[in-house]
């Protein structure tokens, strides 16, 4: 060990640590500084950052003793000692540039430390700054407008104003996030900076294959390594040893006799007195395989004699196939054979990562009644609460999920992901656990966005009217089912785009592969579909001469429209005048730009998309509020939408506050407590602000009514 002294903040510190700790471990771990944020542990993402002396450095991958005898600024040192905000923190807040907040920190450090440096930057200097600071909420427009609004108040040496929350005409004004003040401090907590005293850590086990029979699990060794308290196979699962949110076909933990299907697959949990010890032991477990050829590509999964991943249910013929689908209206084949013009092509998209910055993490722990609480990051809180109840056997009453809100979601945390594990360690050890991925963890761990193979043919009229439509997806649900029914769903049902096709016929086909499951990720499907639409549509205005926003209006939906599955459209789609105020502002734009250089040629893209908000497919919504009158005079709403950044804790205080005629100020929020907080279904389809929005207007009116 060795002494390490700095000031970290202004104060004295000394702490001894290890040689090769990194500074970002120190302090966290040691000192309790969890603005500190942990996103990749190579020094990629930025959201450690810290300034040594001054100068921005990545402290996952700074070793601690080079901050000896050195000033170190974190981000809870940033505002002042009276709790004044740095002009930086309340840019951020006033610019809109904090959704999920986990990568704020490491921003704001590396703005103030350009700042100090440059205290009048260029749009471009920012971004050169902000290289290597990955944000995947805001698209970066935002950031840069909040520094170069603090740089103008810094220059000027004027205040930000923040708008006062002392009104309650708040709907459609710009006012501060309920969580804003908490990530620009460093105060958000996220799922790994809970600690415990007396936490253990769990640490999973991981298939060396993607595809293999496991012939036998040793844990010997690691069980008999000091600090090692227990280590978990599927017969510790004491109910329900596979578990999905529609589908039951992802095993909890695969065990001897069994297959493991994809690199995903866990075999075993170490439960350990520190992250450290449990990595070791994980190391220790001896894991004997029967590797087998597995299938990577929907077609290799159909061809014949390929391998069947998953039992054939009962009645059914065994096959890789997951689900399919088929909508059909009009005759497509009569359409196409009298189209003036016919255009088609087969258009694949890959999978996609949802690269959210946060790595999973969260805990878990077991009060005297054997009550097990999970504290975790959700999108589908109610459903995983049934899940998890599921595994362990016990009666939902039994199981409290509490949601932390993540550093980023975009549609994975729909799946189950650490929640079994934390709760079977707590389960089984009686005491508080915590589980944090790391980033290659992560990777193999979540669902991704499905890889589809869209062939499609599109005809038209001379003239440019669309009269018929064929298309058959392909859709890689890899492994596991997952979302995949719904998001293939979606996929065929929007595959028309948003226009009116009188004949089309539409055939998906989900198909299993030793992949990482797909689930949902944004849009949902309509993606992948979009891109097919629209690369044709751009083949129709070429061979019909028109530009591809005349062809885009001609056929566009417009109020009295009929949808693929006939669904007449009444309102909400203003397609037409979208497209109009696009075509006038790429006009705008090309007319104030310069001529291209020579050699170099300008072009515009131009597609079209649209999507349903709600769940849609015929499924049942519902969702719930609650609005409590405090002894202390504020408002406490209670509703089951997750905050995943998106703001959504922000806008039903917004809501209630007007509808109940208060303060913004005095509206507090507590969103997705299974033990407080009303079912507000699955945080996901663009439906929290609608749905529990609505809920919050029906409950405000009762409300007023008991008051």
Same mark, same amino acid.
């Given at each position: 060990m060795s002494l390490l002294n700095m000031r970290v903040n202004g104060k004295e510190v000394s702490v001894e640590v290890l040689p090769s700790a990194m500074l970002a471990d120190v302090l966290r771990d040691q000192l309790g500084l969890t603005g500190v944020k942990i996103g990749c542990s190579v020094g990629e993402c930025g959201a450690c950052t810290v300034l040594i002396d001054g100068s921005p450095v990545a402290s996952c991958i700074t070793p601690a003793l080079k901050a000896q005898g050195c000033d170190v600024l974190t981000i809870e040192g940033l505002a002042a000692p009276n709790g004044e905000l740095h002009p930086i923190q309340k840019a951020f807040l006033a610019e809109g540039a904090v959704q999920c907040g986990f990568c704020t920190p490491g921003m704001l450090l590396a703005s103030v430390a350009l700042l100090d440096e440059n205290p009048d930057p260029t749009d471009a200097e920012i971004r050169e700054a902000l290289t290597g600071h990955l944000c995947r909420c805001t698209g970066y427009n935002s950031i840069i407008a909040a520094v170069q609004r603090a740089a103008k108040a810094l220059r000027d040496g004027t205040d930000i104003e923040l708008e006062a929350g002392t009104s309650p005409d708040v709907v459609g004004r710009n006012v501060v996030r309920k969580d804003g003040v908490a990530k620009v401090t460093g105060r958000q907590h996220y799922g790994a900076d809970h600690e415990t005293e007396g936490m253990l850590h769990a640490v999973a086990v991981f298939t060396a294959h993607p595809y293999a029979e496991v012939l036998a699990i040793d844990t010997v060794q690691?069980?008999?390594?000091?600090?090692? $308290?227990?280590?978990?196979?599927?017969?510790?699962?004491? +109910?329900?040893?596979?578990?999905? =949110? =529609?589908?039951?076909?992802?095993?909890?933990?695969?065990?001897?006799?069994?297959?493991?299907?994809?690199?995903?697959?866990?075999?075993? /949990?170490?439960?350990?007195?520190?992250?450290?010890?449990? @990595?070791?032991?994980?190391?220790?477990?001896? =894991?004997?395989?029967?590797?087998?050829?597995?299938?990577?590509?929907?077609?290799?999964? #159909?061809?014949? +004699?390929?391998?069947?991943?998953?039992?054939?249910?009962?009645?059914?013929?065994?096959?890789?196939?997951? %689900?399919?689908?088929?909508?059909?209206?009009?005759?497509?084949?009569?359409?196409?054979?009298?189209?003036?013009?016919? $255009?088609? +092509?087969?258009?694949?998209?890959?999978?996609?990562?949802?690269?959210?910055?946060?790595?999973?993490?969260?805990?878990?722990?077991?009060?005297?009644?054997?009550?097990?609480?999970?504290?975790?990051?959700?999108?589908?809180i109610t459903i995983h609460r049934g899940i998890v109840a599921g595994i362990l056997g016990l009666p939902v009453e039994k199981i409290r999920l $509490?949601? $932390?809100?993540?550093?980023?979601?975009?549609?994975?945390?729909?799946?189950?992901?650490?929640?079994?594990?934390?709760?079977?360690?707590?389960?089984?050890?009686?005491?508080?656990?915590?589980?944090? #991925?790391? @980033?290659?963890?992560? /990777?193999?761990?979540?669902?991704?966005?499905?890889?589809?193979?869209?062939?499609?043919?599109?005809?038209?009229?001379?003239? +440019?009217?669309?009269?018929? #439509?064929?298309?058959? =997806? /392909?859709?890689?649900?890899?492994? %596991?089912?997952s979302a995949g029914i719904p998001v293939l769903d979606q996929a065929t049902i929007f595959a028309t785009g948003p226009y009116e096709i009188p004949n089309l016929r539409i055939e998906g086909l989900s198909v299993y592969t030793n992949n990482v499951a797909c689930g949902a990720m944004r849009g949902f499907g309509i993606p992948q579909s979009a891109f097919a639409i629209e690369s044709l549509m751009d083949e129709v205005a070429e061979k019909t001469g028109l530009s591809p926003f005349e062809l885009r209006s001609l056929n566009g939906l417009r109020p009295g429209s009929a949808t693929v599955t006939g669904q007449v459209v009444k309102e909400s789609v203003p397609f037409i005048e979208t497209v109009l105020l696009a075509q006038e502002a790429v006009t705008t734009a090309l007319a104030e730009l310069s001529p291209p250089a020579q050699g170099h040629r300008r072009g515009v893209g131009v597609a079209s998309s649209y999507k349903n908000y709600g769940l849609g497919l015929g499924l049942p919504e519902s969702t719930g509020a609650a609005i409590d009158l405090t002894p202390n005079g504020r408002l406490h709403v209670r509703i089951g939408g997750a905050e995943l950044g998106q703001g959504s804790n922000t806008t039903i205080a917004q809501i209630a506050a007007q509808s109940l005629r208060v303060p913004y100020d005095l509206v507090d929020v507590l969103a997705c407590d299974t033990a407080h907080t009303p079912d507000g279904g699955i945080t996901s389809a663009s439906r929290t602000t609608f749905m529990s929005g609505n809920a919050v207007l029906g409950a405000a009116g009762l409300f007023l009514e008991k008051l």
């Open positions: 690691a069980e008999a390594m000091e600090g090692v $308290v227990t280590l978990l196979t599927a017969k510790d699962v004491p +109910g329900n040893k596979t578990h999905g =949110i =529609i589908i039951p076909d992802q095993p909890v933990f695969v065990s001897p006799g069994q297959r493991v299907l994809s690199i995903s697959d866990v075999l075993a /949990l170490v439960v350990a007195e520190s992250e450290e010890i449990a @990595r070791a032991a994980a190391e220790q477990v001896r =894991i004997e395989y029967h590797e087998l050829e597995g299938v990577f590509s929907p077609h290799d999964a #159909l061809a014949p +004699g390929a391998p069947i991943i998953h039992p054939p249910r009962p009645g059914a013929e065994p096959s890789n196939v997951m %689900y399919g689908t088929h909508v059909e209206k009009g005759d497509a084949e009569a359409a196409m054979a009298q189209a003036d013009i016919v $255009v088609e +092509g087969t258009f694949h998209t890959p999978f996609i990562e949802h690269a959210y910055l946060e790595p999973e993490a969260g805990t878990a722990d077991v009060d005297e009644s054997g009550s097990v609480t999970v504290w975790m990051a959700s999108q589908a $509490v949601h $932390v809100s993540p550093g980023g979601g975009f549609g994975a945390r729909n799946d189950m992901s650490l929640h079994p594990y934390l709760a079977l360690a707590a389960y089984h050890t009686r005491r508080p656990v915590k589980m944090v #991925l790391t @980033r290659a963890e992560s /990777l193999r761990l979540h669902t991704k966005r499905h890889s589809m193979e869209h062939t499609v043919r599109l005809g038209a009229t001379s003239e +440019g009217r669309l009269v018929g #439509l064929t298309c058959n =997806i /392909l859709a890689d649900t890899g492994v %596991y089912s």
